[in-house]
């Protein structure tokens, strides 16, 4: 309950909601929002720490995106994303401060929830405990990138000539398990001749070029809303031969 009592305190200090937190800021901002921040509780095993806060811009973006979903049903989500960032850009910086100042309001507490938590350490706890964190890290890193880009509207990466094959059929299989159906999908596909192999093959060039496409006009996106890490090292131009670096 302190710890509760503790973080309480400091999201008490902004306001009990974005509601409250956003009066006066006029209509630009399109809906109420929250800037609570509750870290997790810990066993005494130490087997979890805190979730890192929101930075401004993305819980912005994440709070607007159902907005805009609901406005525009039909609109993929890079071109919401595009239109968030406009509007992220033309926020003055008094309104913008709100969300800078609950992220390092944010910040502080995590970082107080993380010290009191290794103060209460035996050695050999923090010894499991950095074993543990090591682990988990890069599982949950691979995750929020993945959920991050997903709410960013990155486009799917290309299937292969194999993979949209295995699609087709596995959808047609109705009997046995999936590891039958796979097994008995792969079979057929070995015994396609090349004539109907490439059909697959020029379904997935296709895709290539999609993908291509996309990734060019999500890219320029990402570079206007000053999101440079998650541009691809080298990108090559699209031939025959050619592949991306992802």
């Known amino acids: 309950m302190a710890l509760f009592r503790g973080v309480w305190s400091v999201l008490s200090a902004l306001g009990k909601s974005g509601a409250d937190l956003c009066a006066g800021c006029g209509s630009r901002l399109r809906s109420p929002f929250s800037f609570a921040y509750v870290p997790r509780c810990f066993s005494s095993t130490v087997n979890s720490y805190p979730k890192k806060p929101l930075t401004s811009y993305v819980r912005f973006s994440k709070e607007q995106l159902p907005i805009f979903k609901a ?79 997903t709410m960013l509207g990155k486009p799917k990466r290309p299937r292969s000539a194999y993979n949209i094959f295995i699609a087709e059929r596995f959808q047609e299989a109705k009997d046995g398990t999936s590891q039958v159906k796979l097994k008995t999908i792969n079979e057929n596909w070995k015994n396609l001749s090349s004539s109907q192999k490439q059909v697959y093959i020029q379904l997935a060039n296709d895709d290539k070029i999609r993908y291509y496409n996309e990734m060019k006009s999500w890219e320029e996106q990402m570079m206007e809303v000053g999101r440079n890490d998650l541009l691809r090292r080298t990108v090559k131009h699209q031939g025959k031969d050619d592949t991306d670096e992802y």
């Open 71 to 149: 406005q525009n049903p039909d609109a993929k989500n890079s071109e919401l994303i595009r239109k968030i960032a406009q509007l992220w850009r033309e926020l003055p910086d008094s309104e913008k401060k709100i969300y800078e100042d609950a992220y390092r309001a944010d910040w502080q507490a995590y970082k107080e929830e993380i010290n009191r938590i290794q103060e209460q350490l035996t050695p050999s706890q923090i010894v499991s405990l950095e074993k543990e964190i090591l682990q988990k890290r890069l599982k949950k890193k691979a995750l929020i990138k993945k959920r991050e880009l």
